[in-house]
């Protein structure tokens, strides 16, 4: 695979891994307009996010072995046929409920059982692309294409917000039932089909013996952390575990930071419709634009700052939980779109700065040989906060608004504080990897 020349196969697979997650995340970014356009509770809109999420944690881990003793060309057409499936049941589920034929509550359970196909199969895709990959590339390439494979992940979460205020459709002829604010998940089921057809035909059969990772749930303000780039490329020895005392504190932050970006991101929306005043449909343009200042500011830090500043990951943590406290009170308490868009960019700067700074952390804390465990971990707490970090959220928003936000800002005091305690700088000479 020539991955300066960006050749076919490639292409191919990074098409398949920016779909999957602009699709998913597409859906997420309209749901909350389209929970109050039903009259739907706002909780109802939050299982949906938690059961998705869960489904892919617990069968992401079977798809990624699975890959590994199977085909992998065949795991692909798994996870996007899946992918394909799912969109098109929540088109149609949404579309009966938009014009009336099923009861608001209805149409939510049935979307839910249909975002269960997405959770259960989506996740096949990831690990198979990745295998794919490192199975074509040598060794000296292996670590850089899977990284760009994986940047195609954290793409497809900015444009999927980005472009769905842009796919809601009118009726679909004069007089015709209304489609709406089911369009974005129809287009995501068309380009999921193509691409299904474009993998069925062009995709090679499997080469090499290289294994795929696990990769966490795509979903907004999940930025890709690196850690599934480090699982796929490690070898399999030594298994640590959560509590393991050399990387036990990384893991908190982790957790904590993880599920105050999942309470704060998912509740945007709402945040958004309540605080304007405006109609849910309204709300989908300053939505999206909302969303992509805040994704844009994380990626700003990632590929801008951090290498500009050049700080230990310590530091990271540090800065970017103060930061993101501070965003998330601005957020909360703010009244106007700018104020809004202003408190939720710095929020995602403070994650955009944790996010790796834990990710280096874990790793910088053990031996070659738990490399690829740590990195598994890494990507296991990712996924978890988007699990019941959501639901979470929005239970706190419909006690009152501000309380998400606040909520979360007052976890990340106490997380800086226990950070400063708990962390300690890795020694110049032992960095790059420690001593047990």
């Known amino acids: 695979m020539k991955v300066r020349g960006f050749d076919r196969t490639f292409a191919l697979l990074f098409v398949v891994m920016l779909t999957i997650a602009a699709g998913n995340t597409a859906l997420q970014s309209v749901l909350p307009a389209l929970g109050r356009s039903l009259g739907v509770a706002d909780s109802a809109v939050a299982a949906v996010f938690s059961v998705s999420a869960l489904l892919w944690v617990i069968a992401a881990p079977f798809w990624a072995n699975r890959s590994d003793r199977h085909g992998r060309r065949t795991m692909v057409l798994i996870g996007v046929g899946g992918f394909t499936v799912s969109l098109l049941l929540c088109g149609v589920f949404l579309m009966l409920g938009i014009n009336g034929v099923l009861a608001p509550v209805t149409t939510f359970v049935a979307f839910i059982a249909a975002r269960v196909i997405y959770g259960a199969f989506g996740s096949a895709a990831p690990p198979a692309v990745q295998a794919l990959v490192a199975g074509r590339t040598s060794r000296d390439e292996r670590t850089r294409a899977l990284t760009l494979i994986a940047s195609a992940f954290g793409l497809g979460t900015i444009l999927g917000p980005a472009l769905a205020p842009y796919l809601v459709l009118g009726d679909l002829w004069d007089g015709g039932p209304e489609v709406g604010l089911a369009g974005p998940a129809f287009f995501a089921a068309a380009i999921g ?182 990195a598994g971990k890494v990507t296991s707490i990712n996924g978890a906060a988007f699990v019941l970090g959501p639901s979470i959220g929005i239970a706190l928003y419909e006690l009152w608004r501000p309380l998400p936000y606040l909520t979360a800002a007052a976890a990340l005091a106490i997380l800086l504080a226990y950070a400063i305690v708990s962390l300690r700088p890795f020694r110049p000479e032992a960095e790059a990897f420690p001593e047990r």
Not at 222 to 245: C, M, N
Not at 295 to 304: C, D, E, R, T
Not at 342 to 370: D, I, M, N
């Open 193 to 374: 089909l193509a691409i299904w057809i474009a993998v069925a035909r062009l995709l090679p059969k499997d080469e090499g013996l290289s294994h795929g990772a696990v990769v966490a749930y795509p979903s907004i303000g999940g930025q890709a952390s690196g850690a599934s780039v480090t699982a796929a490329t490690a070898e399999r020895s030594e298994k640590i575990g959560f509590l393991d005392p050399r990387v036990r504190g990384w893991m908190i932050v982790g957790l904590v930071m993880g599920h105050a970006q999942a309470m704060t991101g998912q509740a945007i929306g709402f945040l958004i419709i309540d605080r304007l005043r405006v109609a849910p449909m309204d709300a989908l343009e300053p939505t999206g634009l909302v969303l992509m200042m805040g994704a844009g500011s994380a990626l700003l830090v990632q590929w801008g700052m951090i290498p500009l500043l050049n700080l230990k990951p310590r530091a990271l943590v540090l800065v970017g939980v103060a930061v993101s406290a501070v965003g998330c009170i601005a957020t909360g308490t703010a009244t106007s779109l700018y104020g809004i868009a202003l408190g939720y960019s710095l929020a995602s700067l403070g994650f955009g700065f944790v996010r790796p700074g834990f990710t280096a952390g874990s790793s910088l804390a053990v031996g070659p040989e738990a490399q690829g465990s740590v």
